[in-house]
């Protein structure tokens, strides 16, 4: 049974500070930076809503604030199968790991995760995503 709504649903919210907050999983930074953080990244998710790799009638996204060992905090966000709760892809707009060089990267299901299915830019990931 569904309980959550889809990226199409989510994207046609009114997006209360309320409602940003329920898309995050974990964090490691204040409850304004997260706000803030949660525009930005919903920014991104629908910039992408358009791309023919997911279905927004059958997927459902969760953000995550990373704390790395070495670098510095960093957002993503997680595109998931509505029904099996399955990650179709992890996306990173711009890492905080240093050796990323502030690039960003996708990872997918359908290399089971193994390496990155795209590294570059938020605007060459952007383009990954709809071509």
Request: aromatic share 14%.
């Amino acid at each position: 049974m569904k309980d959550r709504l889809t990226i199409s649903e989510t994207l046609q919210s009114h997006q209360t500070d309320d409602f940003i907050k329920s898309l995050w999983y974990d964090w490691f930074c204040s409850d304004k930076a997260l706000l803030n953080k949660g525009r930005s990244l919903l920014k991104k998710l629908k910039a992408i809503s358009k791309s023919n790799k997911f279905d927004t009638e059958k997927t459902y996204v969760f953000f995550k604030n990373c704390c790395p060992m070495n670098g510095n905090l960093y957002d993503q966000f997680k595109i998931c199968d509505i029904e099996t709760g399955d990650v179709l892809y992890c996306i990173t707009p711009k890492s905080g790991h240093a050796f990323m060089n502030g690039k960003g990267d996708v990872w997918g299901k359908e290399n089971d995760f193994m390496e990155p299915l795209f590294v570059g830019s938020w605007k060459e990931i952007k383009e990954w995503f709809l071509k």
